[in-house]
């Protein structure tokens, strides 16, 4: 698909290597593409005494557990992308033709039953990654003061997210947070820094570092650190810590320009 896109998106004009004075991909040129989706594989991580999230079969553990329909692997999956593909969709600020970033979200396999598409582990069990796909993992997290996700960074196919089991056992209901949770990190696998890094490359272009974290800013990727900048600006973005619902114009281009270097 993106083989495709890059040869479509170059066919008119100059071929990359021919020249150095390519134009930079624009937020005009992304809003003449199809729609593009990117593949996930979900993957469910038991806790050490053996719970974990429930496949379709296991109804009749949905009662033992406290009848929490998110127990289910395939209730949350449906959830999650549904809140990835409406950020990717309609999330985008300060371009008034439109707010679509032009980038979906689907399941890595394309069978008919949902939870057909989850991979299940015991604790410690070693992950089966999908090639070529993002490979989402909800897994416990041991630490005492555990990240709500991670990723390897740029170019990574693995995102983590944490201690989501033991919220929806205890009664929680959130499917938001997991969705918003990944679309921050891919929005780092797709070359995205954090809103309150201090060089920022987008920095100036839709957001003020200092204004994401009340006055100050980091000068790394690795979470705010020693500055809280939970809340970040009214601007609510998806690469700052806070609401997590916007990105900017600058960021949408470049994300396509690492998806189609
Ligand atoms: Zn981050």
Redesign the pocket.
């Given at each position: 698909m993106l083989a495709l896109l890059v040869i479509g998106l170059w066919s008119g004009g100059p071929l990359r290597g021919q020249t150095d004075t390519v134009a930079p991909l624009t937020i005009e040129d992304i809003q003449q593409l199809p729609d593009t989706t990117l593949r996930l594989a979900f993957h469910f991580v038991g806790l050490p005494d053996g719970r974990n999230f429930l496949a379709e079969d296991q109804d009749s553990l949905l009662l033992a557990y406290g009848n929490n329909e998110r127990l289910r692997a395939d209730i949350l999956i449906y959830y999650t992308l549904q809140e990835l593909n409406k950020r990717f969709r309609s999330g985008m600020l300060d371009y008034e033709a439109s707010k679509d970033t032009k980038i979906r979200f689907a399941h890595a396999r394309q069978v008919d039953k949902t939870i057909e598409r989850a991979y299940f582990y015991a604790h410690g069990e070693r992950l089966r990654s999908v090639p070529g796909v993002y490979n989402v993992v909800f897994q416990p997290h041991p630490g005492p003061r555990p990240p709500s996700?991670?990723?390897g960074g740029i170019g990574s196919r693995t995102i983590r997210i944490y201690n989501t089991l033991q919220g929806y056992l205890d009664g929680g209901t959130d499917t938001w947070s997991p969705g918003r949770y990944l679309a921050?990190?891919i929005?780092?696998t797709l070359s995205l820094d954090?809103t309150f890094k201090c060089d920022n490359p987008c920095a100036g272009q839709g957001f003020d570092p200092l204004e994401e974290c009340y006055g100050e800013c980091v000068d790394h990727?690795?979470?705010s650190d020693k500055v809280n900048c939970f809340g970040g600006s009214p601007r609510q973005l998806v690469?700052g810590?806070g609401s997590q619902v916007h990105f900017t114009v600058c960021e949408v281009e470049r994300m396509w320009r690492w998806l189609l270097r």
């Open positions: 996700a991670s990723t921050h990190e929005g780092h954090h990727n690795h979470g690469m810590y």
